[in-house]
């Protein structure tokens, strides 16, 4: 049996996708599934249970089929403002699950992020050693959540105390794929600008306000979903590590690229317009992300991600261009 908390989410439910393809039916999701429609993330998913959050570790109780748990969810909202609710759910639930899972030998793979790099000037170096992460300074709450869970996994590796057999972090980057419609304003951008874009709009892109920076052209490292849950079936059939792992494409590519991708699958003219960013955003900015994978590679992953333009293109056919954009 493997458990994906928030399995009814973007990341989650594709994780499920992608274990039901290879033929895992003994799939548990815990997560709550709320008025937004995330049930139709699941709605083509075989799976054993449903078990809301607050009563998962009750429902794990002693049990001994349990092989792994896949620990997507979160608040992820990183405009989240309550510290308390961020604090029980994204720290304190993960800490509960470490330790069950520590005290059953089950193996943990759990949803880090590149949130906890901050604003990127110390590079994006997924060092798990505690004198490393001590140097992030996460910008928001979301991040900083994720950044001390981090912190513990670090502090109880270096002090030898017992850990999961396979106690794996991943620090997301910019994710994209199907199944996002219920995020509302924290989509993708390629999620956000499709319905624009193909119904003629022009989209609006911020200008830079460095001179090193062309308008349209700041940097992100921008990753299809499938490229994440390809990662995490390979991760699950490794036997044992602590470790964490950056998760993108491993190429910084610009905005203009990604919506450019969008135009070009529709075979539509680009029109596209840069706008001011506002005043209170600017110092906190980040002009490039770049997911730095050399740990992963060295630990075995050897498969090739999907290019920018051809992720677009199978995510606009496939998904956003159809009357059924759900896995």
Known sequence: MIVVTGGAGFIGSNIVAALNDVGRMDVVVCDTLGSEGKWQNLRKRVVQDIVPPH??????????????????????????????EVMENNFRFSLALL??????????IYASSAATYGDGTQGFNDDLSLAHLQ?????????????????????????????????IGLKFFNVFGPNEHHKGPMMSLASKYFDKIKSGETIDLFRSHRPDYKDGEQLRDFVYVADITSIILWLLDQPQGVALYNLGSGQARSFLDLVGAIFDTLGLEHRIRFIDMPEAMRPRYQYFTEADDTRLRAAGYNKPGTKLEDAIEHFVRNHLDTSDPYR
Request: net charge negative; proline share 4%.
């Open 55 to 84: 009563e998962l570790i009750a429902w794990l109780g002693q049990r001994d089929d349990i092989e792994a748990i896949i620990h997507m969810g979160a608040n992820s909202s990183t405009l989240a403002q309550d510290g308390d």
């Open 99 to 108: 330790d069950w899972c520590t005290a059953r030998g089950v193996k943990l």
């Open 135 to 167: 140097t992030l300074r996460p910008l928001n709450l979301y991040g900083w959540s994720k950044h001390l869970f981090d912190q513990v996994v670090a502090t109880r590796l270096e002090s030898g105390q017992t850990l999961p057999p396979l106690c």
